[in-house]
């Protein structure tokens, strides 16, 4: 069943994962995206703030991205993001951690100028498996509603 913007009501949406981050993982992100030391090498990063190798906030953003398309933006009627309102990273990304998912939806409203379609704007957060909050990430989507063509006009 694909979701449409009706689907989307405030409140908890869902829970997604546990997705396994591993060091060697952590390290060929970082390697080709965001080669600081304390995402590549354990020496510098145990001598950096985060105290241990850790991965790069733009790699959790991205597994971010992953776990909500295979949670459920890849069944729902997206047409895409205008952006992303707000980022935060809270504790590192470690290896081994197992992650999960928190999908509140903050806001749903029809659009203004496209009358077929919602905006949802979700917030997202992501845990490690101890529980602690590595990453908060709020973010609008447009969405199409149910029988869109009876909509418009």
Same mark, same amino acid.
Not at 52 to 63: I, N, V
Not at 96 to 109: I, K, N, P, Y
Not at 118 to 137: H, S, W, Y
């Given at each position: 069943?694909?979701?449409?913007?009706?689907?989307?009501?405030?409140?908890?949406?869902?829970?997604?994962?546990?997705?396994?981050?591993?060091?060697?993982?952590?390290?060929?992100? #970082? #390697?080709?995206?965001?080669?600081?030391?304390?995402?590549?090498?354990?020496?510098?990063?145990?001598?950096?703030?985060?105290?241990?190798?850790?991965?790069?906030?733009w790699h959790l953003c991205s597994l971010t991205m992953r776990?909500?398309?295979?949670?459920?933006?890849?069944?729902? #009627?997206?047409?895409?993001s205008p952006g992303v309102n707000e980022v935060r990273w809270?504790?590192?990304?470690?290896?081994?951690?197992?992650?999960?998912?928190?999908?509140?939806?903050?806001?749903?409203?029809?659009?203004?100028?496209?009358?077929?379609?919602?905006?949802?704007?979700?917030?997202?957060?992501?845990?490690?498996?101890?529980?602690?909050?590595?990453?908060?990430?709020?973010?609008?989507?447009?969405?199409?509603?149910?029988?869109?063509?009876?909509?418009?006009?």
């Amino acid at each position: 069943m694909t979701l449409t913007f009706e689907d989307f009501t405030q409140g908890h949406f869902g829970s997604f994962g546990p997705r396994h981050v591993s060091r060697e993982e952590i390290i060929a992100f #970082a #390697a080709e995206f965001d080669p600081q030391p304390m995402h590549l090498d354990e020496e510098a990063a145990r001598e950096s703030m985060l105290r241990g190798l850790s991965g790069s906030g733009w790699h959790l953003c991205s597994l971010t991205m992953r776990m909500l398309f295979d949670g459920f933006i890849g069944r729902t #009627a997206s047409l895409g993001s205008p952006g992303v309102n707000e980022v935060r990273w809270l504790s590192p990304l470690r290896p081994g951690d197992d992650l999960m998912l928190d999908v509140d939806v903050v806001e749903a409203r029809v659009s203004n100028s496209r009358p077929e379609t919602g905006i949802v704007t979700f917030k997202c957060t992501v845990r490690n498996n101890a529980g602690d909050a590595l990453c908060e990430m709020v973010s609008p989507i447009i969405v199409k509603r149910r029988d869109a063509n009876n909509k418009a006009g």
